[in-house]
T-cell receptor, first 114, second 113 residues
Framework: GDSVTQMEGPVTLSEEAFLTINCTYTATGYPSLFWYVQYPGEGLQLLLKATKADDKGSNKGFEATYRKETTSFHLEKGSVQVSDSAVYFCALTRGETSGSRLTFGEGTQLTVNP | DAGVIQSPRHEVTEMGQEVTLRCKPISGHDYLFWYRQTMMRGLELLIYFNNNVPIDDSGMPEDRFSAKMPNASFSTLKIQPSEPRDSAVYFC???????????FGPGTRLTVL
């Protein structure tokens, strides 16, 4: 079945540091890939997405490129801020007629210190 | 748009009691999802609906859990009887089509004593 694997957390960085959170997936066909973010006490919200190979999703300084050859969708940001502290989830959906279910990774807790 | 609305935000109950969680999806969305989040198991999809019809309930833990969607603007997740291991945050999400962005509600934090 489909699966998503994220790098183990938690991740602690200083403000303005470079961020990478690794995500790899296993799925048949051509899934759509997502990064969701969950701030403390809130629900998940979409950060960015990519729907086909070599697409780059970007939002709020975060980027991720859909790499089919390595089945990866790593999240990057050049300079993190304290306000980026949250849990980040990589996810995929194949969106076939059989379903629109999102398969989530385990989440990576990011803490950014001033 | 108000976003996905869930109620209550917090629920504390005793083992054996019936618990009902409620969700109002974003108007116009025809997919509705129920998730459960725990430290041990992460995010789990319990059930989802398309046009008010349950499509996949394979994630529902056991017969104590049931979900309904009587109309396009309302869904319930019921646990009867509740057990301490049901303690978790339950999220409702909706989307317009497939595959598409899912919009999550703020969640209901359930504590079963």
């Amino acid at each position: 079945g489909d699966s998503v694997t994220q790098m183990e957390g938690p991740v602690t960085l200083s403000e303005e540091a470079f961020l990478t959170i690794n995500c790899t997936y296993t799925a048949t066909g051509y899934p759509s890939l997502f990064w969701y973010v969950q701030y403390p006490g809130e629900g998940l919200q979409l950060l960015l997405k990519a729907t086909k190979a070599d697409d780059k999703g970007s939002n709020k300084g975060f980027e991720a490129t859909y790499r089919k050859e390595t089945t990866s969708f790593h999240l990057e940001k050049g300079s993190v801020q304290v306000s980026d502290s949250a849990v980040y989830f990589c996810a995929l959906t194949r969106g076939e007629t059989s379903g629109s279910r999102l398969t989530f990774g385990e989440g990576t807790q990011l803490t950014v210190n001033p | 748009d108000a976003g996905v609305i869930q109620s209550p935000r917090h629920e504390v109950t005793e083992m054996g009691q019936e618990v009902t969680l409620r969700c109002k999806p974003i108007s116009g969305h025809d997919y509705l999802f129920w998730y459960r989040q725990t430290m041990m198991r992460g995010l789990e999809l319990l059930i989802y609906f398309n046009n008010n019809v349950p499509i996949d309930d394979s994630g529902m833990p056991e017969d104590r859990f049931s979900a309904k969607m009587p109309n396009a603007s309302f869904s319930t997740l019921k646990i009867q009887p509740s057990e301490p291991r049901d303690s978790a945050v339950y999220f409702c999400a909706s989307s317009f089509s497939t595959p598409d962005t899912q919009y999550f509600g703020p969640g209901t934090r359930l504590t079963v004593l």
